[in-house]
């Protein structure tokens, strides 16, 4: 049996993340689940925004699902998400962004991929005060390894899921060191695999186009500070950060999650919209080997928001967490 460690998060993290186990828990995999509290409300109860133990639990089970959790502001801490990225060298951030069923936005056909390194670039948080309140010099950090980890996966992710474009994000035109590296490394890898096409496009002009014409775009790779930026663009093409799952690779640990934030403001009133950490869960399922039972649980997110009358109030309706998950069983059983 495979275990798996669940970090149950703050504010909507445990409501969605009960839910999400609920649902795996149908399927009847030989899967366990062991779940921590982590995040701010475990501070204020022991002292430790993640505690020993779960560090022990990651190093054991190596496969991770997580709920948003709250780094507490202007208390001195570093933000959860970039430590664990950073602990683990989850160095692949990916993002895919697809249309819903029944969920109404300006655009159609969205089938976009984001691929974020994860590990540098501005997100090292290496800062420097050069005068009180006056100057501060931040580091953009880019490497070579990073670099040709980062691309080399979204070329072999394309090869592998038979996708046809991979476009390399960046701001080489401004930043002809750090971003002409990123580039320049792109361009070297690109000769490797001759069966996708391949081009590059300054990331001001992404997000214009992302809005105007984001058809044009299937695989993007870029550094870390952009990924953050852009994938959370094309979350609100297809509906918002409720729709956007997100995996976080490394050569040897593996992280599961959903982009938005712990919404305190409707935590606890079973509002919270479950789909992305959900689908965060069927990239999990993918990555261990379940591709059937993760398409399934697709396909009854898809029959469900298909139906129409049972839906979050994200996205335009009236269901609660308990009740839209209810629906996602439902099916699964049908």
Do not use: W
Request: hydrophobic residues 40%.
């Amino acid at each position: 049996m495979k275990h798996i460690t669940v970090l149950k998060g703050d504010g909507i993290g445990p409501e969605i993340c009960l839910e999400v186990v609920r649902i795996l828990d149908t399927l009847k995999l030989d899967l366990k689940f062991d779940l921590f509290e982590v995040g701010e409300a475990c501070f204020e109860a022991c002292g430790e925004l993640i505690p020993s133990a779960v560090y022990d639990s990651i190093e054991k089970n190596k496969v991770v699902l997580k709920a948003p959790i709250t780094t507490p502001i202007g208390k001195g801490f570093k933000s959860l998400n970039v430590q664990l990225r950073n602990k683990y060298q989850l160095y692949a951030n990916i993002r895919p962004a697809k249309s819903m069923p029944n969920v109404i936005t300006p655009f159609e056909n969205i089938d976009i991929v984001t691929f974020r390194e994860n590990t540098e670039d501005l997100y090292i948080g290496e800062e420097t005060i050069i005068k009180e309140n006056e100057e501060v010099h931040a580091i953009k950090k880019i490497t070579r390894s990073a670099s040709e980890k980062i691309i080399k996966a979204a070329f072999e992710y394309a090869i592998t899921n038979d996708r046809k474009k991979i476009t390399c994000v960046h701001k080489a035109n401004i930043l002809k060191l750090s971003d002409g590296l990123f580039l320049q490394i792109f361009n070297e890898i690109k000769v490797d695999y001759p069966s996708i096409e391949a081009d590059s496009m300054i990331v001001d002009n992404v997000c214009m186009q992302l809005v105007m014409h984001p058809q044009r775009f299937d695989i993007m790779v870029m550094p870390n500070l952009y990924g953050d930026i852009v994938s959370d663009l094309t979350s609100g093409l297809i509906g918002g950060l409720g729709l956007l799952p997100s995996s976080n690779l490394g050569d040897d640990f593996a992280l599961f999650e959903a982009v938005h934030g712990s919404a305190p403001d409707i935590a606890g009133q079973n509002k919270a919209n479950p789909t992305a950490l959900l689908l965060a869960a069927c990239l999990m399922l993918d990555y261990l080997a379940y591709p059937k039972e993760a398409n399934q649980i697709r396909d009854a997110i898809d029959d469900v928001l298909k139906e129409g009358s049972i839906r979050t109030q994200d996205v335009k309706g009236t269901a609660t967490t308990t009740q839209f998950s209810d629906a996602i069983i439902a099916r699964l059983h049908v």
